[in-house]
Protein backbone atom coordinates (compact mmCIF):
# COMPACT_ATOMS: atom_id res chain seq x y z
CA UNK A 1 0.00 0.00 0.00
CA UNK A 2 2.49 2.01 1.05
CA UNK A 3 4.62 2.04 -2.66
CA UNK A 4 1.38 2.41 -4.02
CA UNK A 5 0.60 5.94 -2.10
CA UNK A 6 4.35 6.53 -3.11
CA UNK A 7 4.09 5.99 -6.65
CA UNK A 8 0.94 8.03 -6.89
CA UNK A 9 2.75 10.95 -4.87
CA UNK A 10 5.81 10.92 -7.48
CA UNK A 11 2.73 10.67 -10.12
CA UNK A 12 1.24 13.96 -9.39
CA UNK A 13 4.37 15.73 -8.49
CA UNK A 14 5.55 15.15 -12.35
CA UNK A 15 2.30 16.24 -13.35
CA UNK A 16 2.34 19.46 -11.34
CA UNK A 17 5.63 20.13 -12.43
CA UNK A 18 4.51 19.14 -16.32
CA UNK A 19 1.72 21.61 -16.12
CA UNK A 20 3.43 24.42 -14.25
CA UNK A 21 6.82 24.79 -16.44
CA UNK A 22 6.77 27.51 -18.02
CA UNK A 23 8.38 27.83 -21.66
CA UNK A 24 12.96 27.40 -22.02
CA UNK A 25 14.33 29.47 -24.52
CA UNK A 26 14.40 27.50 -27.46
CA UNK A 27 10.57 26.76 -27.16
CA UNK A 28 10.30 30.70 -26.28
CA UNK A 29 11.73 31.73 -29.66
CA UNK A 30 9.72 29.39 -32.07
CA UNK A 31 6.75 30.91 -30.07
CA UNK A 32 7.91 34.49 -30.74
CA UNK A 33 8.42 33.63 -34.05
CA UNK A 34 5.37 32.48 -34.58
CA UNK A 35 3.59 35.88 -33.32
CA UNK A 36 5.86 38.24 -34.22
CA UNK A 37 8.09 36.48 -37.11
CA UNK A 38 11.61 36.45 -36.96
CA UNK A 39 12.88 40.07 -38.19
CA UNK A 40 13.48 41.29 -34.74
CA UNK A 41 14.38 44.92 -35.19
CA UNK A 42 11.28 45.20 -37.26
CA UNK A 43 9.03 43.85 -34.87
CA UNK A 44 11.12 45.67 -32.10
CA UNK A 45 10.69 49.06 -33.78
CA UNK A 46 6.17 47.85 -34.03
CA UNK A 47 5.97 47.09 -30.52
CA UNK A 48 8.20 50.08 -29.09
CA UNK A 49 5.34 52.47 -30.41
CA UNK A 50 3.20 50.26 -27.89
CA UNK A 51 5.10 50.49 -24.80
CA UNK A 52 6.09 53.16 -22.40
CA UNK A 53 9.14 52.30 -19.11
CA UNK A 54 7.71 53.10 -15.85
CA UNK A 55 9.54 55.45 -13.49
CA UNK A 56 12.14 53.28 -13.12
CA UNK A 57 12.82 52.48 -16.54
CA UNK A 58 11.23 48.72 -16.68
CA UNK A 59 8.05 47.57 -18.71
CA UNK A 60 5.46 46.87 -16.70
CA UNK A 61 2.22 44.27 -18.35
CA UNK A 62 -0.84 44.41 -16.37
CA UNK A 63 -3.96 42.32 -16.92
CA UNK A 64 -6.94 42.23 -14.61
CA UNK A 65 -8.49 38.75 -14.72
CA UNK A 66 -12.08 38.21 -13.57
CA UNK A 67 -13.13 34.85 -11.54
CA UNK A 68 -16.47 35.15 -11.24
CA UNK A 69 -17.69 33.45 -8.00
CA UNK A 70 -14.16 32.64 -6.56
CA UNK A 71 -13.60 34.17 -3.14
CA UNK A 72 -10.02 35.89 -2.43
CA UNK A 73 -9.35 32.89 0.06
CA UNK A 74 -9.99 30.58 -2.87
CA UNK A 75 -7.84 32.33 -5.90
CA UNK A 76 -5.29 32.50 -3.06
CA UNK A 77 -5.01 28.94 -2.51
CA UNK A 78 -4.72 27.97 -6.22
CA UNK A 79 -2.36 30.79 -7.31
CA UNK A 80 -0.45 29.99 -3.98
CA UNK A 81 -0.25 26.17 -5.81
CA UNK A 82 0.76 27.64 -9.23
CA UNK A 83 3.67 29.65 -8.09
CA UNK A 84 5.31 26.99 -5.01
CA UNK A 85 5.47 24.95 -8.10
CA UNK A 86 6.58 27.15 -10.66
CA UNK A 87 9.13 29.30 -9.11
CA UNK A 88 11.12 26.50 -6.80
CA UNK A 89 14.84 26.76 -8.23
CA UNK A 90 17.68 29.29 -7.48
CA UNK A 91 16.64 31.08 -10.56
CA UNK A 92 13.20 31.43 -10.13
CA UNK A 93 11.60 32.02 -6.78
CA UNK A 94 9.16 33.58 -4.46
CA UNK A 95 9.77 36.54 -2.74
CA UNK A 96 6.29 37.29 -1.20
CA UNK A 97 3.56 35.39 -0.14
CA UNK A 98 0.68 37.13 1.81
CA UNK A 99 -2.14 35.23 2.62
CA UNK A 100 -3.69 38.02 4.59
CA UNK A 101 -2.73 40.73 1.74
CA UNK A 102 -3.35 38.42 -0.98
CA UNK A 103 -0.43 39.14 -2.55
CA UNK A 104 2.15 37.17 -4.08
CA UNK A 105 5.60 38.21 -5.78
CA UNK A 106 7.76 35.95 -7.63
CA UNK A 107 10.96 36.37 -9.94
CA UNK A 108 10.98 33.99 -12.93
CA UNK A 109 14.04 33.55 -14.89
CA UNK A 110 14.49 32.53 -18.61
CA UNK A 111 18.52 32.22 -19.40
CA UNK A 112 19.57 32.89 -23.11
CA UNK A 113 16.84 34.78 -24.62
CA UNK A 114 19.59 36.35 -27.39
CA UNK A 115 22.98 35.98 -28.43
CA UNK A 116 25.93 37.94 -29.80
CA UNK A 117 29.07 37.11 -30.92
CA UNK A 118 30.44 39.36 -33.15
CA UNK A 119 32.96 41.93 -32.79
CA UNK A 120 35.83 41.53 -29.97
CA UNK A 121 32.85 40.32 -27.28
CA UNK A 122 30.29 37.92 -26.81
CA UNK A 123 26.92 38.28 -24.97
CA UNK A 124 24.29 36.15 -23.81
CA UNK A 125 21.35 38.38 -22.62
CA UNK A 126 18.43 36.96 -19.74
CA UNK A 127 15.89 37.87 -18.32
CA UNK A 128 14.52 38.06 -14.70
CA UNK A 129 10.90 39.48 -14.90
CA UNK A 130 8.90 40.09 -11.75
CA UNK A 131 5.26 38.47 -11.31
CA UNK A 132 2.85 40.00 -9.44
CA UNK A 133 -0.52 38.91 -8.23
CA UNK A 134 -3.06 40.90 -6.50
CA UNK A 135 -6.11 38.88 -5.38
CA UNK A 136 -9.40 40.15 -4.19
CA UNK A 137 -12.79 38.38 -4.04
CA UNK A 138 -13.81 37.71 -7.66
CA UNK A 139 -10.90 38.83 -9.48
CA UNK A 140 -6.82 38.74 -9.90
CA UNK A 141 -4.43 41.77 -11.17
CA UNK A 142 -1.10 40.66 -12.52
CA UNK A 143 1.43 42.79 -13.29
CA UNK A 144 4.74 41.59 -15.43
CA UNK A 145 8.10 43.96 -14.65
CA UNK A 146 10.99 43.52 -16.74
CA UNK A 147 13.28 46.02 -14.86
CA UNK A 148 16.32 45.45 -17.27
CA UNK A 149 18.31 42.90 -19.16
CA UNK A 150 20.74 40.54 -17.70
CA UNK A 151 23.80 40.32 -19.27
CA UNK A 152 27.03 37.88 -19.41
CA UNK A 153 29.58 39.22 -21.47
CA UNK A 154 32.47 37.77 -22.23
CA UNK A 155 35.54 39.32 -23.44
CA UNK A 156 37.44 38.63 -25.72
CA UNK A 157 34.84 35.86 -26.66
CA UNK A 158 33.91 37.31 -29.96
CA UNK A 159 34.32 36.04 -33.13
CA UNK A 160 37.27 38.51 -34.13
CA UNK A 161 39.17 37.75 -31.12
CA UNK A 162 38.55 33.70 -32.61
CA UNK A 163 39.69 35.05 -36.19
CA UNK A 164 42.97 36.81 -34.56
CA UNK A 165 44.22 33.72 -33.37
CA UNK A 166 43.70 34.72 -29.40
CA UNK A 167 45.82 32.96 -26.87
CA UNK A 168 44.28 34.77 -23.97
CA UNK A 169 40.90 33.12 -22.77
CA UNK A 170 38.24 35.03 -22.49
CA UNK A 171 36.89 36.91 -19.45
CA UNK A 172 33.65 37.15 -18.32
CA UNK A 173 31.92 40.18 -17.02
CA UNK A 174 28.04 40.40 -15.65
CA UNK A 175 26.06 43.35 -16.42
CA UNK A 176 22.94 45.39 -16.17
CA UNK A 177 21.51 47.10 -19.20
CA UNK A 178 18.51 49.07 -18.61
CA UNK A 179 15.80 49.08 -20.88
CA UNK A 180 16.21 53.13 -21.94
CA UNK A 181 19.51 52.32 -23.02
CA UNK A 182 18.53 49.43 -25.53
CA UNK A 183 16.62 49.94 -28.99
CA UNK A 184 13.80 50.98 -29.40
CA UNK A 185 14.04 53.33 -26.19
CA UNK A 186 17.18 54.56 -27.23
CA UNK A 187 17.98 55.46 -30.83
CA UNK A 188 21.79 54.88 -30.61
CA UNK A 189 22.35 51.23 -29.31
CA UNK A 190 25.54 49.50 -30.22
CA UNK A 191 23.35 46.14 -29.43
CA UNK A 192 20.73 46.93 -31.23
CA UNK A 193 19.87 43.45 -33.33
CA UNK A 194 20.76 41.94 -29.26
CA UNK A 195 18.40 44.31 -27.52
CA UNK A 196 15.14 43.88 -30.50
CA UNK A 197 15.39 40.11 -29.72
CA UNK A 198 15.58 40.55 -26.15
CA UNK A 199 12.26 42.86 -25.70
CA UNK A 200 10.67 40.54 -28.56
CA UNK A 201 10.97 37.31 -26.31
CA UNK A 202 10.40 38.92 -23.01
CA UNK A 203 7.23 40.70 -24.54
CA UNK A 204 6.36 37.06 -25.63
CA UNK A 205 7.45 35.42 -22.00
CA UNK A 206 4.72 37.87 -20.32
CA UNK A 207 1.96 36.20 -22.99
CA UNK A 208 3.15 33.51 -21.93
CA UNK A 209 2.86 33.95 -18.26
CA UNK A 210 -0.35 35.86 -18.51
CA UNK A 211 -2.24 32.79 -20.08
CA UNK A 212 -0.69 30.41 -17.94
CA UNK A 213 -2.15 32.45 -14.98
CA UNK A 214 -5.21 32.80 -16.36
CA UNK A 215 -5.76 29.13 -16.93
CA UNK A 216 -4.97 28.32 -13.43
CA UNK A 217 -7.90 31.00 -12.17
CA UNK A 218 -9.98 29.27 -14.24
CA UNK A 219 -9.41 25.24 -14.86
CA UNK A 220 -6.91 25.35 -12.05
CA UNK A 221 -3.59 23.64 -11.76
CA UNK A 222 -4.73 20.14 -12.07
CA UNK A 223 -7.90 20.78 -13.29
CA UNK A 224 -8.79 18.53 -10.26
CA UNK A 225 -9.60 21.42 -7.74
CA UNK A 226 -13.02 21.38 -6.54
CA UNK A 227 -15.49 20.13 -4.09
CA UNK A 228 -16.31 16.91 -5.36
CA UNK A 229 -14.69 14.34 -3.61
Known amino acids: MKKVIMSLALLLTAVISANAQILRAEELEKYAKEKYGDKWVEAASNLGKQL ?11 QVMEAPGQSKAQLYVLLNYWFTATFNDANSVIKLNDKELGTIIAQGYVADI ?6 SNAYNVSIKPVIKCDIKDGKVRVTYTVPFYSVTKMVGGGWM ?21 CFPFAAKDSHKKTSCKALIMAHAYSNVVMDKIEECIKNGLTGNENDNW
Open 114 to 119: AQHAGG
Open 161 to 181: AALGGSQTPPVRSDEKWTLDS
Open 52 to 62: TLDKNNAIDYV
